[in-house]
């Protein structure tokens, strides 16, 4: 009778294990369900960082427009772009060996999955090495992110070396630098995720072969998010190649063509022998005195918040007879804004001359920005601007020195322009007159 006692008190011993170890599975399949919360933060991140992807383009479709003008007499750059180039050609490399390592990282990890919950219990006792393993990759993910804002930051300084001058290579350089050591940064995380991994994979073949299986597949998932990322990144990488690559033949095209153009005369102003009159409106026709055109631009037509728009006007001008031209500018909008005046001037040769004069006031009652960029541009496709200020409600002759402009060919200057900015203008919206433009 008492044998028979203890055997029933056995087999209910053993049925309450059996049950423990069935609820405790339970838990850690639970349990192994979390990182799913992670993976989800994960993709809203790689969602947004598309999306400012997509809003950088329109950055670059402003930028291409700089870079489409832009020139420069130039060995020294063409020697910067090269140096650059080895730059982005290094950090593919660098790219591609983290993926390599990765991928060794995946294989090691397939070996892992190959045991499927023999003992899940130990299976507790490596979640702290997992979760090491994850808070690492992380890091990694923020390293990569950098490393990606550097590379469009690096695009950006190229773009505007083509038009700002030489200056600008060594802050590019130093920010690809940069960009190398948050490359190695990467590799060495991964390293240590290699060596992470390792060990759990050693622990579990030294000591019983146990798999959580749920947590490893959820590490696999993540691996391959970062592989994803990195592909994002080398498709930017080849895209901005491609970019640079095509800056650099149309500037070596431009620099080969000739210059034919005619030499231009310009007018003497009526009553003054010494001032050379380009442009005035009298004639109220959108044509200067040496056959070139002019009208108003703007940053994006679409866009309804910003504008530039001009008019003829004879009630205000200065003397008796004749006519104005009125700028009616508002760059006060939500949106980056920048509008303006631009003339043709045909190629004019201005290296005789001292200074370039723009007859100018604003307008006192609907308010006037006392202060505007203006720039001239040669047929080399080389800009350069300069900063007017001091405009009045009363007519001026502003005279800007045109030994400012050296970093432009002054015997074949092919255009004006007037820039009305946000980050300038002050009043942001308002009305400019001009009178005359002339040269002396």
Not at 17 to 24: E, N, Q, S, V
């Given at each position: 009778m ?12 053993l049925i ?17 369900r979390h990182p ?15 999306t ?8 670059r ?9 832009a020139e ?7 020697s ?8 982005i050609?290094g ?14 990282l995946?294989d090691?990890?397939g070996v ?7 003992h899940?219990l ?6 702290a ?7 690492m ?11 990606l804002?550097s590379?469009n ?5 190229l ?5 700002t ?7 590019v350089?130093?920010?690809l ?5 948050i490359k190695?940064?990467?590799?060495n995380k ?5 060596k992470?991994a ?18 490893f597949?959820?590490l696999k ?11 994002r ?13 095509k800056a ?6 431009r ?25 005035n ?6 044509k200067n005195?040496i ?16 504008s530039c728009?001009?008019e003829?006007?004879?009630s ?5 007879t004749?006519s ?13 804004a920048?509008n303006?005046f631009?003339?043709?001037l045909?190629?004019?040769?201005l290296?005789?001359y ?10 006192s009652?609907?308010g006037?920005t ?6 001239l ?10 900063l007017?200020t ?12 045109l030994?400012?402009?050296d ?13 009305f ?7 942001r919206?308002?009305?400019i ?8």
């Amino acid at each position: 009778m008492s044998n028979r006692l203890y055997k029933a008190a056995v087999l209910v011993f053993l049925i309450l294990i059996a049950i423990f170890l069935y609820l405790r599975r339970g838990e850690l399949r639970r349990d192994a369900r979390h990182p799913a919360d992670e993976w989800a933060v994960l993709e809203e991140k790689i969602e947004s960082l598309e999306t400012k992807l997509e809003q950088s383009e329109k950055q670059r479709e402003m930028i291409r427009r700089e870079l489409t003008d832009a020139e420069s007499s130039m060995d020294e750059k063409i020697s910067g772009y090269q140096v650059i180039m080895e730059r982005i050609r290094g950090l593919e490399s660098g790219i591609e060996e983290t993926r390599e390592e990765n991928r060794a990282l995946l294989d090691r990890l397939g070996v892992l999955t190959d045991n499927m919950e023999k003992h899940a219990l130990l299976a507790d006792g490596f979640e702290a090495e997992i979760e090491d393993i994850e808070r690492m990759i992380g890091e990694s993910e923020e390293k990569k992110k950098d490393a990606l804002n550097s590379l469009n930051a690096a695009g950006e300084e190229l773009v505007v070396i083509a038009g700002t001058g030489d200056g600008d290579i060594e802050r590019v350089k130093e920010d690809l630098e940069n960009t190398r050591k948050i490359k190695e940064d990467i590799r060495n995380k991964n390293e240590k995720i290699r060596k992470k991994a390792e060990n759990i994979y050693e622990l579990y073949e030294e000591e019983l072969g146990l798999k959580a299986e749920a947590d490893f597949e959820e590490l696999k998932g993540y691996f391959t998010k970062t592989e994803d990322f990195k592909s994002r990144i080398t498709e930017s990488l080849e895209d901005f190649k491609t970019r640079v690559e095509k800056a650099e033949e149309r500037y070596l095209a431009r620099v080969e063509e000739k210059d034919e153009s005619e030499e231009i005369t310009i007018p003497p102003m009526e009553g003054r022998t010494d001032v050379f009159e380009l442009a005035n409106f009298n004639a109220r026709q959108e044509k200067n005195l040496i056959g070139g055109g002019f009208g108003v631009w703007e940053k994006d037509p679409h866009d309804r918040t910003q504008s530039c728009k001009m008019e003829f006007i004879s009630s205000v001008r200065r003397g008796d007879t004749g006519s104005s031209l009125k700028l009616i500018y508002d760059v006060n909008s939500p949106n980056e804004a920048y509008n303006g005046f631009w003339m043709d001037l045909k190629r004019v040769n201005l290296a005789p001359y001292e200074y370039y004069v723009v007859d100018v006031k604003g307008d006192s009652v609907a308010g006037f920005t006392d202060r505007f960029k203006v720039e001239l541009k040669d047929s080399h496709g080389e800009t350069q601007s300069f900063l007017l200020t001091g405009v009045s409600d009363k007519w001026q002759e502003k005279k800007i020195p045109l030994n400012y402009f050296d970093r432009i060919d002054l015997s074949s200057v092919s255009q004006f322009v007037i820039v009305f900015e946000d980050t300038v203008s002050s009043p942001r919206s308002g009305i400019i007159y001009l009178n005359s433009i002339f040269v002396e």
